[in-house]
């Protein structure tokens, strides 16, 4: 069984940033693909960035490309969202998930690729 518990999130001032991070336990990180969605109040939640298992590829949806940053610290079996430049528009609250190695990267955006989530984390962005 693999356990994930986010932390970081917070209350921010549009511009600031803030440091998701997720801490993995039960199973090393680097045997998953590694992503971070987010759900806002009344809305389905989505994707949001997405680091491969071997070769540490990122994806990103568009709207955070160039403001938010995902990693991995194998040795502190950790997966971080550096999130810069904070909008409104990000508040939500974030989860991080885990999927198979297996996983084809082009499926790493899909909800249903994800076996593991956490419990999510709540950031609030104000303007």
């Known amino acids: 069984q693999v356990h994930l518990a986010e932390s970081g999130g917070g209350l921010v001032q549009a511009g600031a940033s803030l440091r998701l991070s997720c801490a993995v336990s039960?199973?090393?990180?680097?045997?998953?693909?590694m992503g971070w969605f987010r759900q806002a109040p009344g809305k389905e939640r989505e994707f949001v960035a997405a680091?491969?298992?071997?070769?540490?590829?990122?994806y990103y949806i568009d709207s955070v490309k160039g403001r938010f940053t995902i990693s991995r610290d194998n040795a502190k079996n950790t997966v971080y969202l550096q999130m810069n430049s904070l909008k409104p528009e990000d508040t939500a609250n974030y989860y991080c998930?885990?999927?198979?190695?297996?996983?084809?990267?082009?499926?790493?955006?899909?909800?249903?690729?994800?076996?593991?989530w956490g419990q999510g984390t709540q950031v609030t962005v104000s303007s």
């Open positions: 998930a885990a999927a198979w190695s297996g996983t084809s990267y082009g499926r790493l955006h899909m909800e249903r690729e994800y076996t593991y």
């Open positions: 039960g199973r090393t990180v680097d045997n998953y693909h």
């Open positions: 680091i491969s298992w071997r070769t540490d590829s990122t």
